[in-house]
């Protein structure tokens, strides 16, 4: 049997973060640590990353045009499919929030 989860987004924030606390019916499922420890994973992609580089391109229309339009897109996979690998041997895993326009995100549990 396969359920699904949908944690939501922080509405406490502006900012792309999902709510960390532990839905109660996953606690007889999986550790607390482990849970906290995957969705700050995924929310840490979220964070603003300041550099030169990225000063320049907000105040210069050209390379903006020019820059990958999807600048988390690949470390967020990178980190869903890391997470994924933990939470394998459980029978769970989660969707990339991409496709749920980052509204919330989705916890898959096979059973």
């Known amino acids: 049997m396969n359920y699904?989860?949908?944690?939501?987004?922080?509405?406490?924030?502006?900012?792309?973060?999902?709510?960390?606390?532990?839905?109660?019916c996953l606690i007889d499922k999986l550790d607390k640590e482990i849970y906290k420890e995957s969705i700050n994973s995924i929310n840490n992609i979220f964070k603003p990353k300041y550099s030169y580089l990225?000063?320049?391109?907000?105040?210069?229309?050209?390379?903006?045009?020019?820059?990958?339009?999807?600048?988390?897109?690949?470390?967020?996979?990178k980190v869903i499919e890391n997470v994924n690998k933990k939470l394998k041997d459980k029978g769970m895993s989660f969707g990339n929030p991409k496709y749920e326009n980052y509204t919330h995100l989705v916890l898959k549990i096979d059973e």
């Open 4 to 24: 699904k989860i949908e944690i939501p987004r922080d509405w406490r924030t502006s900012e792309i973060r999902f709510i960390d606390e532990m839905p109660l």
């Open 54 to 77: 990225g000063i320049f391109k907000m105040l210069t229309l050209v390379p903006y045009l020019f820059s990958d339009k999807s600048s988390y897109d690949k470390d967020l996979d």
